[in-house]
């Protein structure tokens, strides 16, 4: 006769209930930089902005106060210095033409998000897991998630676009991030009066540390470290580890070049198969023809903001338990667990912050 084994008998049970395992979680990064504020109940779904525009710039370019010259080589008296201080010289005893102001509105109109789980009162008496308290879990990261998408694809939509490569389009991208277009941004934020919105780290004693410029903030790929750390591009690349005063500005920061410190976030997703043929650019591809495409936001202060209806900066959650009798459910069988929100994001200023299109590197 066989000995009894595992399968001469099948178990009653059979199972060991482990633990719940972890999972994954969405990382905010974007509410970092971005003007928060909140507004009123009963107004209206809609929002504007107004910035007087400065004496000389343009509403579509409010930042620039001294304009171009106009010739094609500026000469003394096309300068646009000259220029500007003859538009503001006074002739004695004559009273100067008085000017207006120019307005520039921004509007935003509050859009509700929101999300629903239900379960039954079988699951609520029977189930061995509390379903209940795992649904409001869910619930308030999915909204967490929702929230960040909604303000990465308006700030990824700013104007001030640069490209990987030689490329001049999304669709050419052909390179990965380099100090040289870095630099190019840099130039764009700082010629456009966009502020700083860190200030400067000090270095400590400590071997290997080194003192943090004030710094534009960089929202990326976690998939783009590993280009910043390579020494031949950015050899002036400093990880967290060897900050002076360890105390970086979020927990996702991954280092700092000149004038830049990064965060990195695996929500902010590529642009799958957008750029060129891989070629020999030895960047990532998801279908294996064309690279990914990944927006790097490049932010200076009060670039960008979020919106939300007062009273609703947290999360609207509705949570009805079973066991709650109406019409709709006369024996209470359904429990319901749920969120709702309004917000909205808006770029304030399109020239004070910049998207850099590039592609990631192969590690294959």
Known sequence: MAAQNMGSQAA???????????RAI???????????KQMPKNVSDTVVYRRWVPYNA?????????QSGGAVVETEAANRVTTTLTNNLLAEGTTPTPDSMVAQDITAVLKQYGCLYSYTDQVA????????????TQVAERMALVRELELYSKVRA????????????????????????????????????AKKPTSILAATPLIGTKPIEASYLVFCSTDIDADLRDATVFPGYTPVAQYGSRKPIHENEMGSFEQFRFIGSPELVPLQNAG?????TACVSTGGTNIDVYPLIVVGQEAY?????RGSKSFDLSVIPVGNKDSADPLGQRGYMGAKFYAVSVLLNQQWCATAFVGAGDLS
């Open 276 to 280: 060129v043929v891989i070629g020999a």
């Open 125 to 136: 008496d029977l189930y061995e897991d509390d379903i209940a308290d795992a649904m409001k």
């Open 12 to 22: 009653r049970i059979g199972k060991w209930k482990g633990e719940i395992l972890a």
């Open 58 to 66: 343009a509403v579509g370019n409010p930042n620039i106060l001294i």
């Open 26 to 36: 969405p990382c905010e990064v974007l509410q970092l930089a971005g003007m928060q």
């Open 305 to 309: 903001g979020t919106v939300a209806l």
């Open 158 to 193: 700013n104007t001030n676009r640069f490209f990987g490569g030689t490329g001049t389009t999304i669709v050419t991208v052909n390179g990965k991030i380099t100090a040289k277009l870095l630099r190019k941004m840099q130039r764009s934020l700082a010629a456009n009066h």
